[in-house]
């Protein structure tokens, strides 16, 4: 099967041509370079109109040349999501050649697009995907017949969010690489003066100090509007503008590098792919590939030409989705500026849920808990004494992807604020561990020993129901737990109490952990956040998430306010895909 791809989404006018039987993709691309400021849609639009033609027919002439009259088998097209009048230019032009040709006609996701290259250039069977382009960032995993969003950016992408700060300081769009290019002058610049005795806050040949910026992660979902105003700041002040993409970039990456590593651990899996524009950044591969390694899983950018946007990953997705007959009629072709990859029915391939490691059989999970070592996304868990007195020893390890000083102040910060809101918590009603000893010096902390297993393997209506109640007196003790995912809920076995003595059996204990990423706050937009996290973590794990949500939010409303319940909806349509 040979299939011709056209990408036009935003700011690249894309034709390709991909032959399955050889695995080859011919590729013509015509970006759109705005004179200053960023992308502007009418402009972007209008280069769309002229440059389309000509990439298809660069493209289509070559293909004719190799392989005669009949040379294409199907079109496929970015259906979104994008910048709508670019997409119906597109959309337009995809349906008209295949009309013409007479070869059915394929819509496809363009953000699933980005994860399939890369899972098709890796040969990797079913990892996690770390989206990173201009106007998108997200967290992608196949789960239950789609690609679930396991974490995304409640605000800007992170392409746009770098572009904020260079159009800020007069710089031209893209403004991702001139980023790079000024902090790694920025970083080269310490080096030499540290030959000297300078350097560092650590001494000589350590990295540049930081500019104390926002750092924002809430489970897996994270934020970016406030670095670039806080960015923006700084350049109002006089701070170098090298300095601030050197500390822009370490922040910015070291969150997607962050958020990579609580999906892996959430759900089990040991692959992690790359795409999006925003990829083609060296340090933020660097960071991925570090992380990775000290996880043993494994990792995989494509080259450049399939990061950016580009016609090739289209038409190779376009290839599977034809060859499983998922085609669209002309009629029914209509483009979607907001085409969320979770609502595209995966028809292409299948296999087991990327949450393959977590939630299933308990045989696994108890597993798991019989080892005395466990890691989770940051830190390390040891459990020792014997049944009447166990405790947990956990120490979050230093990340050798952050920068040395933005990882000690996290590893300090959220060590103090898990002792700190354990206890508080547990004096307002939620059940939670002891805490025992706090080591700061080593980011340690020993705690009682809760639970049998993690929430993820003992999922039913009833412990979401008990966590939706935890969760409401939290906040009603005006705290959030900040990453409330089902691997921070500890449940223990079911009462001894049977039905042969005529009494059901008690439901289980099920406890909060993990309170790192947990702050003091009233405020219901926040706490709004921390069910939104939750119910993100259940939709991408849990085979029916529908009845355990109910439960998970009528367990809420019975002991909380309906306010944030509320607002809860307004979060959710918040993301950068609705």
């Known amino acids: 099967m040979r299939v011709l791809g056209i990408e036009g989404t935003a700011w690249c006018a894309s034709a390709a041509l991909y032959d399955a039987e050889a695995d080859s993709v011919l590729i013509e691309s015509d970006p759109y370079e705005p004179d200053s400021g960023g992308i502007h849609p009418r402009e972007a639009a209008e280069h769309m109109s002229e440059a389309i033609p000509a990439v298809v027919d660069s493209v289509l002439t070559a293909a004719e040349e190799e392989y005669g009259p009949d040379a ?42 980005h994860l399939e290259i890369g899972r098709h250039r890796s040969g990797f069977e079913n990892p996690v995907c770390l989206n990173a382009s201009g106007a998108n960032a997200h967290l992608l995993g196949y789960h239950d017949g789609r690609y679930r969003v396991l974490g995304e950016t409640m605000d800007a992408g992170v392409g746009n969010a770098i572009d904020k700060f260079t159009r800020h300081v007069g710089w031209s769009h893209p403004g991702g690489p001139k980023v790079e290019a000024a902090a790694a002058e920025f970083a080269e610049a310490d080096d030499s003066a540290g030959e000297g005795g300078a350097g560092g806050s650590d001494g000589p040949g350590s990295p540049p100090d930081l500019l104390d910026l926002p750092y924002v992660v809430k489970g897996m979902d994270f934020s970016f509007s406030g670095i670039s105003s806080a960015a923006n700041d700084a350049a109002d002040d006089g701070v170098p503008v090298e300095e601030i993409c050197f500390s822009l970039q370490e922040h910015v990456f070291a969150m997607l590098t962050e958020v990579s590593e609580r999906a892996l651990s959430l759900t089990g899996a040991d692959e992690l792919v790359l795409g999006g524009g925003v990829a083609q950044n060296d340090r933020l591969r660097e960071m991925l590939a570090t992380m990775c390694e000290a996880r043993g899983a494994d990792f995989h950018a494509p080259e450049p030409r399939f990061l950016r946007d580009n016609a ?3 038409a190779v997705l376009g290839a599977k989705m034809a060859a499983a007959g998922d085609t669209v009629p002309i009629a029914e072709s209509a483009v979607d500026p907001s085409f969320r990859p979770d609502q595209v029915p995966v028809t292409w391939r299948d296999g087991e849920s990327v949450a393959r490691g977590r939630g299933g059989a308990e045989s696994r999970s108890a597993a798991r808990d019989a080892e005395a070592d466990r890691r989770g ?22 990340k050798s992807y952050r920068h040395p ?10 060590t103090v604020a898990e002792a700190r809101l354990t206890s508080e918590a547990r004096r307002a009603g939620v059940s939670t561990p002891l805490v025992y000893d706090v080591d700061l010096a080593e980011a340690t902390l020993t705690l009682q020993h809760v639970g049998e297993r993690d929430l993820a393997a003992a999922l039913d209506e009833g412990t979401a129901e008990a966590v939706g109640r935890h969760l409401a007196r939290l906040h009603g003790a005006e705290m959030v737990h900040g990453d409330p995912t089902t691997r921070n809920v500890r449940v223990s076995k079911r009462g001894e109490r049977t039905e042969r003595d005529g009494r059901s059996s008690p439901p289980p204990e099920t406890y909060l952990i993990d309170f790192g990423l947990g702050y003091h706050t009233g405020h219901v937009e926040d706490h709004a956040m921390d069910l939104h996290v939750f119910e993100g973590s259940v939709r991408a794990t849990a085979t029916e998430p529908g009845p355990l949500l109910a439960a998970f939010e009528s367990g809420y409303e019975a002991v909380g306010d309906e306010a944030v319940l509320d607002r809860l909806r307004d979060v959710a349509d918040r993301g950068r895909y609705r």
């Open 72 to 113: 294409v088998d199907a079109v496929a097209f970015s259906r979104g999501p994008g910048l709508g009048p670019c997409l119906r230019i597109v959309g337009t032009a995809a349906r008209s050649l295949a009309g013409t040709l007479g070869v059915p006609l394929v819509g496809v996701n363009h953000m699933v697009a």
């Open 312 to 314: 090739g990953m289209i």
């Open 377 to 398: 996304a940051e830190a390390t868990v040891t459990v020792e004494g014997t049944d009447g007195d166990r405790r947990v020893v956990k120490r979050r390890v230093p």
């Open 405 to 414: 000083e933005l990882d000690r102040t996290i590893r300090r910060d959220r």
